[in-house]
């Protein structure tokens, strides 16, 4: 007998995300379609009931390196809600951190008065970039953790934070 899954995935952020989900759910037996919305974080799967179990689908979900979440309404509404606020959070330390990063590494060129030892401000320099990165990118690095298992995705989060610690040395 044929039935149909619905449940929330939690920590997509592209396409190729999606597209793991779709395989890892696409490989167990009794799994008659997959389809994954990354813009509503949901999966609707149509699946053999006598040959493959729910819990058994949610595991495939999480071995992908994302979180299956059945769905409730309210609660969905609560988490997006919250989910908002953290966003929030983040863009504000980002643009906080950003702003005077901006100030002090362009600031000289537009205003050569402004022009002071180099070295002095790099190590500043650092501290908001690093800010930047290990708070309000924290997500990012986070799910880049969660697929390195399963070599879903190729990501090298850090680049600008790490050429940032090479010019302070």
Not at 73 to 94: I, M, P, Q, T, Y
């Amino acid at each position: 007998m044929t039935e149909r899954l619905e449940l929330r995935v939690e920590g997509m952020n592209c396409a190729s995300c999606v597209a793991a989900v779709e395989r890892s759910i696409g490989k167990l037996r009794g799994v008659g379609s997959a389809t994954v919305n990354l813009a509503t974080e949901r999966v609707a799967v149509d699946y053999a009931s006598d040959t493959v179990s729910p819990s058994r689908i949610k595991a495939a979900i999480r071995e992908a390196g994302y979180r299956p979440v059945d769905l409730d309404l309210d609660r969905d509404r609560d988490a997006r809600e919250s989910g908002d606020r953290g966003l929030r959070l983040d863009l504000g330390v980002a643009v906080a951190a950003t702003l005077p990063l901006l100030v002090l590494a362009m600031g000289p060129m537009l205003v050569p008065a402004l022009h002071l030892e180099a070295r002095a401000w790099q190590g500043l320099e650092l501290l908001l970039a690093t800010a930047v990165q290990l708070f309000a990118g924290r997500r990012f690095y986070r799910q880049a953790w969660a697929e390195l298992p399963s070599a879903t995705s190729v990501l090298m989060p850090g680049a600008a934070w790490r050429s940032s610690a090479q010019a302070w040395r």
